[in-house]
């Protein structure tokens, strides 16, 4: 699929005049602009929204973006949101601004966005006549999960947490402790670990969410060279007397037949 432009569009008329680039309350910009952000970046990060450059455009408050070459997470659930109503398979930091702007639409008739891009064949439209929604609401339980991955970000300025991107390429926060973090002896910054964590899963997805740290879990796969020499020096001991090992095994079984 080519580079795509995707034009985000808030229509607010709810302060008695429609929002415009001319005029808009700053808060509502602000909110706005902030949400678009998150929902283009995802859970999954796919687009460095730092570096991306938007428009604004005319025709209420529309944000546009620059052609964004390679985004297939963002183009699957644009087409997905066009397809249905149906929100539980979506990237969840998308999800959850969908189920924003649906809130926001239902509390006032003036408040609508507008999601377009040339490779759909029509807007998304997210008003007080959508029902955009996840029904997977009862699908969540608390566990207590190991997870494995690598660590891409830890600690944080308000709020200590960790980024693990997992082996499926998704990325996971997870929020911990200052003072754990802080007694962390081990560098595992960049480096594969393995978390305890506690969290809610949904089992219809599969996916986990609002996890906290409970631990470090030291992880190291491997082949304990030591030991395997151990384990096979006594296994030479206990054959030792054995003149054809493959002939007393198959004397065991009843014979080679």
């Given amino acids: 699929m080519e580079a795509q432009r995707i034009t985000v569009a808030l229509i607010d008329r709810s302060a008695g005049y429609e929002a415009t680039p001319e005029r808009v309350r700053l808060r509502s910009l602000a909110d706005f602009a902030a ?4 929902f283009l970046r995802g859970e999954s990060r796919e687009i460095d929204t730092a570096q991306l450059e938007v428009s604004v455009e005319p025709g209420s408050v529309a944000i546009q973006t620059a052609p964004i070459p390679a985004a297939p997470l963002l ?3 644009l087409e997905a949101l066009l397809g249905g109503e149906r929100l539980d398979r979506l990237d969840r ?28 064949d029509r807007p998304i439209l997210i008003s007080i006549d959508s029902d955009y929604r996840s029904d997977d609401a009862d699908q969540w339980v608390q566990v207590e999960r ?15 947490n960790a980024h ?21 002896k081990t560098n595992r910054l960049y ?12 089992v219809l997805t599969h996916e986990l ?21 151990r384990m096979t020096r006594r296994g030479a001991q ?16 009843g014979g080679a037949d």
């Fill in 146 to 160: 190991y997870v494995r991955g690598e660590i891409e970000d830890l600690g944080g300025v308000s709020r200590a």
């Fill in 35 to 38: 949400d678009v952000e998150a």
């Fill in 209 to 229: 969410r609002d996890a906290r740290l409970m631990e470090f879990v030291e992880y190291a796969p491997g082949i304990d060279e030591d030991e395997l020499a």
């Fill in 164 to 184: 693990v991107r997992l082996p499926d390429g998704t990325s996971l926060k997870v929020s911990a402790d200052r003072e754990l973090l802080r007694n962390e």
């Fill in 238 to 253: 206990a054959w030792n007397d054995v003149p054809d090992a493959t002939s007393w095994v198959d004397d065991l079984r």
């Fill in 191 to 202: 480096k594969m670990a393995m978390l305890r964590v506690r969290a809610q899963y949904n």
């Fill in 93 to 120: 930091r998308r999800r959850e601004i969908v189920e924003k702007w649906q809130k926001a639409a239902r509390a006032s008739r003036e408040v609508s966005v507008r999601i377009g891009a040339p490779f759909l």
């Fill in 75 to 77: 183009f699957n659930d």
